[in-house]
């Protein structure tokens, strides 16, 4: 009974911002780590960013180190992606993604919820 939905998603210029969100239904959201996955017309789904349950352990994929920020408000079931310096190979749909676990994962199999995902489009 778990369901996520992401949204913030949209139609930027390249160079602008983007954050998206995720609001997460069920009971001990903090118990779970989060992850952002993305998927673009022709590839296959690739990792975006992880967190762990309490936000101690974040990662990124190399292609958006320095420019996304993963960070989540366990309160308000929420986790959330900053997305700055969009470029046009960010254009995809994003998904969020509820781990097994605690931990901060990277690969797809180690989650178990997913939402519907949001649409980034960057324009050059």
């Known amino acids: 009974q778990v369901q996520l939905v992401e949204s913030g998603g949209g139609l930027v210029q390249a160079g602008y911002s983007l954050k998206l969100s995720c609001a997460a239904s069920?009971?001990?959201?903090?118990?779970?780590?989060m992850g952002w996955f993305r998927q673009a017309p022709g590839k296959e789904r690739e990792f975006v960013a992880g967190?762990?349950?309490?936000?101690?352990?974040?990662k990124y994929a190399d292609s958006v180190k320095g420019r996304f920020t993963v960070s989540r408000d366990n309160a308000k079931n929420t986790v959330y992606l900053q997305m700055n310096s969009l470029k046009p190979e960010d254009t995809a749909v994003y998904y969020c993604?509820?781990?097994?676990?605690?931990?901060?994962?990277?690969?797809?199999?180690?989650?178990?919820?997913w939402g519907q995902g949001t649409q980034v489009t960057v324009s050059s």
């Open positions: 069920g009971r001990a959201f903090g118990v779970y780590g």
């Open positions: 993604a509820r781990s097994r676990t605690a931990g901060s994962y990277i690969e797809s199999s180690a989650f178990d919820y």
């Open positions: 967190i762990s349950q309490n936000g101690a352990v974040i």
